[in-house]
Nanobody, 118 residues
Framework: QVQLVESGGGFVQAGGSLRLSCAAS????????MGWYLQAPGNQRELVAT???????NYADSVKGRFTISRDNAKNVVYLQMNSLKPEDTAVYYC????????????WGQGTQVTVSS
């Protein structure tokens, strides 16, 4: 059974940094796209950043220049380096993975809380 296990969330002051990690286990096939979404209270889940196995990246406008996504394909691990954090970045961050073979399937992590104080 495929699992996405996240780590690295926490509490930080505005201007600080955090690094999130997400490891995919239990799959014999590589994840094609991995990434991060966030969900703030009362809001829908929204994209933060994604990265393909070919390392093509996509970022939400709100995090461009502050967050960097990367991955280790051999380990099926994705990272999110978050710098210059703002109070509005406060949310639960969910790891996302898309597998295309042997059939298309989307996986989600359990979520990790990021809280940025002003």
């Amino acid at each position: 059974q495929v699992q996405l296990v996240e780590s690295g969330g926490g509490f930080v002051q505005a201007g600080g940094s955090l690094r999130l990690s997400c490891a995919a286990s239990g799959s014999s096939f590589s994840m094609n796209t991995m990434g991060w979404y966030l969900q703030a209270p009362g809001n829908q889940r929204e994209l933060v950043a994604t990265i393909t196995s070919g390392t093509i990246t996509n970022y939400a406008d709100s995090v461009k220049g502050r967050f960097t996504i990367s991955r280790d394909n051999a380990k099926n691990v994705v990272y999110l380096q978050m710098n210059s954090l703002k109070p509005e970045d406060t949310a639960v961050y969910y790891c996302y993975a898309l597998r295309l073979t042997p059939w298309q399937r989307v996986y989600w992590g359990q979520g990790t809380q990021v809280t940025v104080s002003s």
